[in-house]
């Protein structure tokens, strides 16, 4: 998974327009996106179709306030630079919950 510490408008648009992109918002200090840590190459080989970044919610405050990610850790998917669907909210995810969710959007 590709680590991007800093995002705005430009590189969202960049990263998305082509094939289907998963984006996982969290911060360093959050318990809950240390859980999930572990999982995520699993979860990554799972969906080997789709392309995976991590962002720091950190440093893409404004980007993260146009896509409302008001929890972390979220995830926004893209398919071909739309957005297709979303698990968005303040609770700590399972691998399966995060799996089933993206399953979901197939």
């Known amino acids: 998974m590709e680590q991007i510490k ?9 990263i998305t327009k082509s094939g289907r992109v998963v984006l996982e918002f969290s911060a360093d200090w959050c318990p809950d996106c240390r859980f999930l840590a572990p999982f995520m190459p699993e979860i990554e ?6 392309k995976f970044y991590q962002i720091d919610r950190d440093g893409a405050v404004d980007v993260a306030k146009e896509l409302n ?3 972390i850790p979220s995830f926004v998917v893209y398919q ?3 957005e ?3 698990l968005v ?3 700590r995810k399972t691998k399966q919950e995060v799996e089933d969710f993206l399953r979901s959007l197939d």
Do not use: C, P, V, W
């Open 89 to 91: 909210n303040k609770d």
């Open 6 to 14: 800093k995002l705005d408008q430009n590189k969202l648009t960049e």
């Open 69 to 71: 990610i008001m929890g």
């Open 45 to 50: 080989a799972d969906f080997s179709d789709s």
């Open 84 to 86: 297709i669907g979303r």
């Open 80 to 82: 071909d630079g739309q």
